[in-house]
Each structure stands twice: as C-alpha cells, then as structure tokens.
C-alpha cells in the first residue's frame, strides 16, 4: 500500500494518503478532486539515524526534522 504525496489544485493544501489500486484521491480540506501527485523524496535509516534522499534542507514540506543532527 504507498503511500502519495498530493497538492489540491483548488485549496493549495499538501496532503499524504493511501493508495489502494485506481482509488480516486480527494482533498482531506475540500474535498475537490483536482489534484496533482508530488515529487516525495524517500528517507532510510542506517545505523538509527534518517536520511533523506533530498539532502538537508530539501524544502519540500515544513518538517524540521528530517534534516541531518
């Protein structure tokens, strides 16, 4: 089951859900059904620390801790 990165075109809201099959995606705030898939970058744990694939301060989302300590 992956797990998506959506933008809704209509609300601007960037939001993740589950994708099971052809299952249509809406937005969680508006519920419209325009929206766009994003870019996501993966993260890996090595040694029990995370890394992103983005490298540090990738900009994609307001996280802060998905940088490296």
Do not use: W
């Not at 939001?15 to 325009?34: H, I």
């Amino acid at each position: 089951m992956p797990i998506f990165e959506y933008q809704c075109r209509e609300c601007k809201k960037t939001f993740e859900t589950l994708v099971f099959g052809n299952q249509e995606v809406t937005c969680p705030m508006c519920k419209g059904k325009n929206v766009k898939k994003l870019m996501s970058a993966f993260s890996h744990s090595s040694d029990g620390k995370f890394t992103s694939s983005a490298g540090p301060g990738c900009g994609s989302c307001s996280a802060t801790s998905c940088g490296p300590s």
